[in-house]
T-cell receptor, first 111, second 114 residues
Framework: DTAVSQTPKYLVTQMGNDKSIKCEQN?????MYWYKQDSKKFLKIMFS???????INETVPNRFSPKSPDKAHLNLHINSLELGDSAVYFC??????????FGPGTRLTVL | AQSVAQPEDQVNVAEGNPLTVKCTYS??????LFWYVQYPNRGLQFLLK??????LVKGSYGFEAEFNKSQTSFHLKKPSALVSDSALYFC????????????FGKGTTLSVSS
């Protein structure tokens, strides 16, 4: 009965590879997000989708592409991974004005 | 542009004592304000929010926060700290406009000693 789930929890990969992180929420929320937490624990919004429509797209390299097949899913695909992409990526969901419910995070390590 | 500041990297308090974690914000119009807590190797957990109404907001685990419009602050408080409260706390703000992002502070590490 997990509210917001992400897979995988850990991802270790080589530079230049392409990888995806999946996110699902069972809360019936309209809006989903991807956040990046760097090594200093600083959290920054990357993308936001409302009812499968992109509403926030911060200054993120276009190697990062979110995809929302339906309201309950928001996946993150990353092409040509770089060392600087190493971070913890959090998916979250909310009703539009409400608090964000966060997933457990995916720790990405690029070697 | 909206921003949020948490002026303290770390707050140390003895168990049983009151605690305060500070947060100030800058946003156009009326703010939506939130506090989250993050335990090691975990996701963020929502503690409380201020949207409108009473300036004193009560949240989870005995935490509360006071919205002060004149000082643009939203400090997190708890009357009696527990060792299990030790964690990383984030204040966040967004403008009262559709499509605006939730901006997080840099976080404050709370350490409660027994």
């Amino acid at each position: 009965d997990t509210a917001v789930s992400q897979t995988p929890k850990y991802l270790v990969t080589q530079m230049g590879n392409d990888k995806s992180i999946k996110c699902e929420q069972n809360l019936g929320h309209d809006t989903m997000y991807w956040y990046k937490q760097d090594s200093k624990k600083f959290l920054k919004i990357m993308f936001s989708y409302n009812n499968k429509e992109l509403i926030i797209n911060e200054t993120v390299p276009n190697r990062f592409s979110p995809k929302s097949p339906d309201k309950a899913h928001l996946n993150l695909h990353i092409n040509s991974l770089e060392l600087g992409d190493s971070a913890v990526y959090f998916c979250a969901s909310s009703q539009v004005e409400g608090a964000r419910f966060f997933g457990p995070g995916t720790r990405l390590t690029v070697l | 542009a909206q921003s949020v500041a948490q002026p303290e990297d770390q707050v140390n308090v003895a168990e049983g004592n009151p605690l305060t974690v500070k947060c100030t914000y800058s946003v156009s119009g009326n703010p939506y304000l939130f506090w989250y807590v993050q335990y090691p190797n975990r996701g963020l957990q929502f503690l409380l929010k201020y949207i409108t109404g009473d300036n004193l907001v009560k949240g989870s685990y005995g935490f509360e926060a006071e919205f002060n419009k004149s000082q643009t602050s939203f400090h997190l408080k708890k009357p009696s700290a527990l060792v299990s409260d030790s964690a990383l706390y984030f204040c966040a703000v967004r403008a009262n406009q559709a499509g605006t992002a939730l901006i997080f502070g840099k976080g404050t590490t709370l350490s409660v000693s027994s």
